[in-house]
């Protein structure tokens, strides 16, 4: 199993490195440069004060050493300062960071409590009526874009706070963490977590739903029946378990793009997460901010893949790693 | 050559197109709805001068926020643009984008993937590297990182959408030309001294058409809803071309309380559309290839 892990994760090093060069050359092929945006945002334009600037942040150096030191520190875990706030790049992640990660840890808890019942009545009442409203419903979940949910959400929001309070209320925008004011952060980010939570749910609905088709017909289940076994013990824990592994790596998989694809929900509801801070240091051509959040989302995209790998071994004792 | 490759069973008792269109509506109703969903917007498309009155473009300040009405079906915008003609002209900007992306997007994966097939070893094993890199990048992230590099404009757009898709394409599309390699006629045409330009586009190509179709029509839905989502950020199609997205943006949200018709319409109009793509996808997959799953 250790061994298995540490193949998965020498794996990874490909991956990241091709990442790494990808964005790096992605970067420098965005016509435009930091210094002048920056200089032109306070003003006056010398080619002295140009230099100095370029020479500060380093894109005077030649390319092969910015990518060496970039590779640095990638290795160190030294992000370097960002280029457009000069602040220490590690600091302004983490603000994000963890709005980002409560947002999608949620929305996979709504995804989760939606798609696994759904899909489970949709599959054990297949063709009737059930089965084609949850079809329905997840069908259109898939349709609609989740920035246009949330425009909706906010929409009926306004229309029912006006009717039951007589004045409009609106979710609070700046973020507390949890822990701080439990209600004024929840208030603020179910709203966002439910709007891409619908969204997943409906591809893991469906899942689920065909998982759970495959899975009731085998041999197994038909033997539960015929020993006598309740119908919900047979669903539950013949069925639901089984068909539980393709249902669990598409929410992960959705959970990694979470982290850092929410780039439009956050601009319908005003967070200031990672997906927001991404689209400001491409447009700002923050090179150092931008490498950097690529990487975060790359290596939460690998290592959530191995997580699911490993959960396959737990939910499914047949699945071994030894080779 | 040619009567080699064909299979034998291409005789004259093969049903006739329309009842093969029947029969494919008959076993599939929901796909056959997608597919009218489709046709219906294709129509829109073509014929947006015909079936509205308004121009989509100019500003009308005398009947700026207007709700619906015999004069303006779905009401106008904050620049008294009609809404219903704003999205009749929408559907040409989106099928626009969703149809030539997804079919570059996956016909460069087409080629790309069954190289990948038939070469193997050094080429496929690259090929594969850097298909697994752009694809451990959430689609959003490589569209907005191509929009900064090309810039905005529909354009643009379509390229943007169209890279991120090649490896998609491609994935599916190779895994299933591993197993046409294996088959006896690819190995006749080796032995035929055939050049691997011929095996591939001749023998290969069109025995993954299948999960290529497949791919690229769901590919159409997507590409819609990333159009529309880089228009929606103001990174996509740019006023006053009339696009869905765009048409959210702005507008839509600060006037939703007062002018809700103006945030509710254009999403319906995504909403169907990738509805419809996506139901007459799966009926698609399901009728040409029961076991392949995107």
């Given at each position: 199993m250790l061994r298995y892990i540490l193949n998965r994760v020498l794996l990874m090093i490909p991956t990241l490195l091709g990442a790494a060069v990808l964005v790096f050359v992605l970067m420098r092929l965005i016509p435009g440069d930091i210094c002048v945006l920056r200089l032109a945002s306070g003003g006056g334009m010398d080619q002295q004060v140009l230099a100095n600037c370029r020479q500060e942040i380093g894109t005077d150096q030649p390319m092969l050493v910015q990518f060496l030191q970039f590779m640095k520190g990638l290795l160190t875990l030294?992000?370097?300062?960002?280029?457009?706030?000069?602040?220490p790049i590690i600091d302004e992640i983490g603000l994000r960071f963890q709005l980002s990660l409560q947002v999608a840890i949620m929305a996979t808890i709504t995804a989760i409590l939606i798609a696994i019942p759904l899909g489970t009545i949709s599959a054990v009442k297949q063709n009737t009526w059930i089965d084609y409203v949850v079809r329905g419903f997840s069908i259109a979940g898939v349709a609609m874009p989740s920035f246009w949910l949330g425009i909706l959400i906010i929409l009926g929001i306004l229309i029912t706070s006006k009717a039951l309070f007589g004045s409009p209320w609106m979710p609070p925008i700046r973020y507390v963490p949890l822990w701080v004011d439990p209600f004024y952060n929840l208030s603020m980010l179910i709203w966002p977590a439910l709007a891409t939570g619908y969204r997943y749910s409906a591809v893991a609905t469906r899942m689920t739903r065909s998982a759970m088709l495959e899975v009731l017909r085998e041999d197994y289940v038909r033997t539960a029946r015929a020993k006598g076994v309740y119908h919900k013990l047979i669903v539950r824990r013949h069925a639901l378990r089984n068909a539980l592994l393709p249902v669990v790596t598409i929410l992960g998989i959705e959970f990694a793009f979470l982290m850092g694809g929410l780039v439009v929900t956050e601009q319908v509801f005003n967070l200031n997460g990672l997906g927001k801070l991404f689209v400001e240091s491409v447009s700002n051509q923050d090179y150092n901010m931008t490498q950097a959040l690529v990487m975060l989302v790359v290596a939460i995209f690998a290592l959530t893949n191995l997580f699911i790998d490993i959960l396959y071994g737990w939910l499914d004792p047949r699945i071994r790693y030894n080779r | 050559m040619a009567t080699i490759s064909?299979?034998?069973?291409?005789?004259?008792?093969r049903p006739s197109r329309l009842a093969q269109l029947w029969q494919f509506c008959a076993e599939n109703p929901l796909g056959a709805a997608g597919g009218f969903v489709v046709i219906v917007m294709i129509a829109m498309a073509v014929l947006a001068d015909a079936v509205?009155?308004?121009?989509?473009t100019r500003n009308n300040f005398g009947a700026m926020?207007?709700?619906?009405?015999?004069?303006y079906w779905l009401g106008t915008d904050q620049f008294g643009r009609d809404l219903y003609t704003r999205i009749v002209y929408g559907a040409r900007t989106a099928l626009s984008v969703g149809f030539i992306s997804a079919f570059v997007g996956g016909t460069l994966g087409l080629i790309l993937g069954v190289a990948s097939a038939h070469f193997g070893g050094r080429f496929d094993l690259i090929m594969q590297g850097i298909m697994d890199v752009l694809m451990a990048f959430p689609l959003i992230i490589l569209a907005l990182a191509m929009v900064s590099i090309f810039g905005t404009g529909t354009q643009n757009v379509i390229l943007a959408i169209t890279i991120p898709f090649i490896p998609r394409c491609a994935r599916v599309v190779r895994s299933s030309a591993l197993a046409v390699r294996e088959t006896p006629y690819i190995d006749a045409a080796r032995a035929c001294g055939f050049g691997h330009a011929r095996i591939v586009m001749r023998h290969m190509v069109p025995n993954v058409f299948a999960p290529y179709l497949v791919v690229m029509t769901a590919a159409v839905g997507q590409a819609i809803l990333l159009e529309a989502s880089l228009s929606f950020l103001g990174l996509g199609v740019q006023e006053p071309v009339p696009a869905w997205g765009l048409m959210l943006r702005g507008g839509a949200q600060d006037y939703a309380?007062?002018?809700?018709w103006v945030a509710i319409f254009p999403g319906i109009a995504i909403s169907l559309a990738v509805f419809g793509f996506n139901l007459f996808g799966d009926a698609l997959r399901d009728w040409l290839d029961p076991k392949l799953k995107v």
């Amino acid at each position: 199993m250790l061994r298995y892990i540490l193949n998965r994760v020498l794996l990874m090093i490909p991956t990241l490195l091709g990442a790494a060069v990808l964005v790096f050359v992605l970067m420098r092929l965005i016509p435009g440069d930091i210094c002048v945006l920056r200089l032109a945002s306070g003003g006056g334009m010398d080619q002295q004060v140009l230099a100095n600037c370029r020479q500060e942040i380093g894109t005077d150096q030649p390319m092969l050493v910015q990518f060496l030191q970039f590779m640095k520190g990638l290795l160190t875990l030294d992000f370097g300062k960002s280029m457009w706030t000069g602040r220490p790049i590690i600091d302004e992640i983490g603000l994000r960071f963890q709005l980002s990660l409560q947002v999608a840890i949620m929305a996979t808890i709504t995804a989760i409590l939606i798609a696994i019942p759904l899909g489970t009545i949709s599959a054990v009442k297949q063709n009737t009526w059930i089965d084609y409203v949850v079809r329905g419903f997840s069908i259109a979940g898939v349709a609609m874009p989740s920035f246009w949910l949330g425009i909706l959400i906010i929409l009926g929001i306004l229309i029912t706070s006006k009717a039951l309070f007589g004045s409009p209320w609106m979710p609070p925008i700046r973020y507390v963490p949890l822990w701080v004011d439990p209600f004024y952060n929840l208030s603020m980010l179910i709203w966002p977590a439910l709007a891409t939570g619908y969204r997943y749910s409906a591809v893991a609905t469906r899942m689920t739903r065909s998982a759970m088709l495959e899975v009731l017909r085998e041999d197994y289940v038909r033997t539960a029946r015929a020993k006598g076994v309740y119908h919900k013990l047979i669903v539950r824990r013949h069925a639901l378990r089984n068909a539980l592994l393709p249902v669990v790596t598409i929410l992960g998989i959705e959970f990694a793009f979470l982290m850092g694809g929410l780039v439009v929900t956050e601009q319908v509801f005003n967070l200031n997460g990672l997906g927001k801070l991404f689209v400001e240091s491409v447009s700002n051509q923050d090179y150092n901010m931008t490498q950097a959040l690529v990487m975060l989302v790359v290596a939460i995209f690998a290592l959530t893949n191995l997580f699911i790998d490993i959960l396959y071994g737990w939910l499914d004792p047949r699945i071994r790693y030894n080779r | 050559m040619a009567t080699i490759s064909r299979p034998a069973d291409q005789a004259p008792s093969r049903p006739s197109r329309l009842a093969q269109l029947w029969q494919f509506c008959a076993e599939n109703p929901l796909g056959a709805a997608g597919g009218f969903v489709v046709i219906v917007m294709i129509a829109m498309a073509v014929l947006a001068d015909a079936v509205t009155v308004y121009d989509p473009t100019r500003n009308n300040f005398g009947a700026m926020l207007e709700a619906p009405s015999r004069e303006y079906w779905l009401g106008t915008d904050q620049f008294g643009r009609d809404l219903y003609t704003r999205i009749v002209y929408g559907a040409r900007t989106a099928l626009s984008v969703g149809f030539i992306s997804a079919f570059v997007g996956g016909t460069l994966g087409l080629i790309l993937g069954v190289a990948s097939a038939h070469f193997g070893g050094r080429f496929d094993l690259i090929m594969q590297g850097i298909m697994d890199v752009l694809m451990a990048f959430p689609l959003i992230i490589l569209a907005l990182a191509m929009v900064s590099i090309f810039g905005t404009g529909t354009q643009n757009v379509i390229l943007a959408i169209t890279i991120p898709f090649i490896p998609r394409c491609a994935r599916v599309v190779r895994s299933s030309a591993l197993a046409v390699r294996e088959t006896p006629y690819i190995d006749a045409a080796r032995a035929c001294g055939f050049g691997h330009a011929r095996i591939v586009m001749r023998h290969m190509v069109p025995n993954v058409f299948a999960p290529y179709l497949v791919v690229m029509t769901a590919a159409v839905g997507q590409a819609i809803l990333l159009e529309a989502s880089l228009s929606f950020l103001g990174l996509g199609v740019q006023e006053p071309v009339p696009a869905w997205g765009l048409m959210l943006r702005g507008g839509a949200q600060d006037y939703a309380e007062s002018a809700p018709w103006v945030a509710i319409f254009p999403g319906i109009a995504i909403s169907l559309a990738v509805f419809g793509f996506n139901l007459f996808g799966d009926a698609l997959r399901d009728w040409l290839d029961p076991k392949l799953k995107v």
